[in-house]
């Protein structure tokens, strides 16, 4: 699975003194569910985390687990992070086998990849691509 959520207002709360321990401590959370974590990655406002779906969770359970978790340890990490909130929906994407090198790769150069393309006009290319239906208004609460 392809997950990706943005934070509230996609504000840029991950930056460079909390990004690579957020990006670990999500993969743990990942690992502790049995969701083999293969790339977890992002950007300021943004996260991406390529994963093995287990069996024994849904997907909705393990983004509750995701959030959840993250959002109360980031709010240990300093005042900066007080007001820190995800975005309430997010983006499950199913990853043909063949492919998990190409989405390895897309989440590995993120801060490249934002230069030129904002998290906005990339979740909604992601919508697009596969065909999913969408009300603008609900997508970015």
């Given at each position: 699975?392809?997950?990706?959520?943005?934070?509230?207002n996609r504000?840029?709360?991950?930056?460079?003194?909390?990004?690579?321990?957020?990006?670990?401590?999500?993969?743990?959370?990942?690992?502790?569910?049995?969701?083999?974590?293969?790339?977890?990655?992002?950007?300021?406002?943004?996260?991406?985390?390529?994963?093995?779906?287990?069996?024994?969770?849904?997907?909705?359970?393990?983004?509750?687990?995701?959030?959840?978790?993250?959002?109360?340890?980031?709010k240990t990490?300093?005042?900066?992070?007080?007001?820190?909130?995800?975005?309430?929906?997010?983006?499950?994407?199913?990853?043909?086998?063949?492919?998990?090198?190409?989405?390895?790769d897309?989440?590995?150069?993120q801060?490249?990849?934002?230069?030129?393309?904002s998290?906005?006009?990339?979740?909604?290319?992601?919508?697009?691509?596969?065909?999913?239906?969408?009300?603008?208004r609900?997508?970015?609460?």
């Amino acid at each position: 699975m392809h997950i990706t959520f943005s934070t509230k207002n996609r504000y840029p709360f991950i930056d460079k003194h909390i990004q690579e321990e957020l990006f670990s401590y999500l993969g743990g959370i990942c690992k502790n569910l049995e969701c083999n974590p293969i790339i977890v990655g992002g950007h300021q406002d943004h996260v991406h985390i390529l994963c093995l779906l287990s069996r024994k969770i849904a997907l909705m359970k393990l983004i509750e687990e995701l959030k959840t978790h993250s959002s109360k340890w980031i709010k240990t990490k300093g005042q900066q992070y007080q007001k820190f909130y995800w975005q309430s929906g997010y983006g499950g994407f199913s990853i043909h086998p063949a492919q998990i090198d190409v989405v390895k790769d897309y989440i590995s150069s993120q801060d490249k990849h934002h230069q030129k393309r904002s998290f906005k006009d990339e979740y909604l290319a992601f919508l697009k691509e596969y065909n999913i239906n969408y009300d603008e208004r609900y997508v970015w609460d």
